[in-house]
């Protein structure tokens, strides 16, 4: 199983911009479809971006569209995400996760899929 740890949260005002990285251990990462999560306090996890293992497809919650941008670097075993334009509605903490399904050809119904998870990294935008 694939071990991941984000890194990148931190505060910053609304308009400003973050790049968050998940470093994979364990196994490549080109084995697995990758994702974005987040769960702001006193809501449920919900889905930001997944990306294919090879990059070839790429799907975004529409709240983050436009402004967020998720890749991956397979041999350096890391996945991204380019946030820009931060709102303080984007403010919680932000999970990487990994699934067997290689290659997403929809937007995820949910989280099921996704077998490994970081521990999360906080992201806090100030209006």
């Known amino acids: 199983q694939v071990q991941l740890v984000e890194s990148g949260g931190g505060l910053v005002q609304a308009g400003g911009s973050l790049r968050l990285s998940c470093a994979a251990s364990?196994?490549?990462?080109?084995?697995?479809?990758m994702g974005w999560f987040r769960q702001a306090p006193g809501k449920e996890r919900e889905f930001v971006a997944v990306?294919?293992?090879?990059?070839?497809?790429?799907y975004y919650a529409d709240s983050v569209m436009g402004r967020f941008t998720i890749s991956r670097a397979n041999a350096k075993n890391t996945l991204y995400l380019q946030m820009n334009s931060l709102k303080p509605e984007d403010t919680a903490v932000y999970y990487c996760?990994?699934?067997?399904?290689?290659?997403?050809?929809?937007?995820?119904?949910?989280?099921?899929?996704?077998?490994?998870w970081g521990q999360g990294t906080q992201v806090t935008v100030s209006s």
């Open positions: 990306i294919s293992w090879n990059g070839g497809s790429i």
């Open positions: 364990g196994r490549t990462i080109s084995s697995y479809g």
């Open positions: 996760a990994a699934s067997d399904q290689r290659y997403f050809i929809r937007r995820p119904r949910g989280s099921d899929d996704f077998g490994s």
